[in-house]
């Protein structure tokens, strides 16, 4: 873990940091820290060492997630800083084992529609209706519009972070722990299966979908691949009840969607898989490009239930989404 950052809070993110190490294969003690941090720092890649600003507070974040950084720029407008506060400068001597940290560049994000609204707020915990289109975390184009940072400035949390996830384009029931002591007991409960979720989604009307059904497969999410994908005869690892719950029109229904595990993308492939794409799906059955600001067609998947025993205090807990499909 790196010490305190001297750098504060920025859009409710902790700065990035780089670590010198103690030795390397090449000379580097007969470095410059400009040149080091060339080196180490090349044009839109970082090093793992130099995680997402939120690496820290926000366990699990992708490791393809790294800021991108114009380390000329940087050292000329004193960006870089020590652990003293210093400005790191680019002709100083290579300094081993040292801390440098940072904050990156932000791209003008528009502001996604939709409210963040607070289901529920005690001394631990924050639940959240989420919009679509609002990350959970900081990733990619997705920074200050993310559930995180916004939530972190909107409720005066700086410590905010997610226990679970729900995709960019999926609404509903969120749950957030507010200190970074709560986070594993919550986290634990999805993990174990103790949470118990219930979705809904807007599919086409089949009327000779007999359900209730549970559908069990193994799925894998390749990285840098959009799709995950179905792998015949491997073990079960996803598993959903899937209800037809009403009927919407002639040709569209709202069904009732109750996952026993939480793969990537598992209700969004299970429902295709049964020849019922949700609609407004990007993804499913094929990859649609649409730009990355574009707010108009919501994916039809809404998190609306959330149930668990608190690990904390062993109560029984039940949070509803005020949203509906469609949405």
Known sequence: MP???????????????????????????????GAWLRHRLPPRSVEPSARHALAAAVPGLAEGERPSVDVDRFLASQRFVWGDGSPVLADEAYRPHNF????????????????????????????????????????????????VVRGREEFGLPDLAPAHRLDRVTSGVLLLTKARRWRRAYQGIFETGVARKTYRALAAYDP????????????????????????????????????LEARVGADRAVYRLSPRTGRTHQLRLHLN??????????????????????????????ASELEFVDPIDGRARQFRSGRAVPL
Request: charged share 20%; no cysteine; net charge negative.
């Open 100 to 147: 440098v940290w940072f904050h990156r560049d932000l791209r003008d994000e528009p502001v996604v529609p939709g409210e963040l609204i607070v289901l529920h707020e005690d001394e631990r915990i924050v639940v959240v209706d989420k919009p679509a289109f609002l990350s959970t975390i900081p990733r990619g184009s997705h920074v200050v519009q993310s559930v």
């Open 208 to 243: 000779g979908f007999a359900g209730p059904v549970v559908i069990r497969n193994h799925i894998r999410k390749p990285a840098g691949q959009w799709q995950a994908e179905v792998v015949p005869d491997a073990p079960v690892n996803a598993e959903t009840l899937v209800e």
């Open 273 to 302: 898989g049964l020849g019922l794409p949700i609609v407004g799906d990007p993804l499913y059955p094929q990859v649609t490009v649409t730009d990355v600001d574009d707010f108009s067609t919501p994916l039809q998947l809404l």
């Open 3 to 33: 010490p305190r950052s001297p750098l504060p809070p920025r859009h409710g993110l902790q700065a990035a940091w780089v670590r010198t190490p103690h030795t390397g294969t090449a000379p580097e003690h007969e470095l410059t820290m």
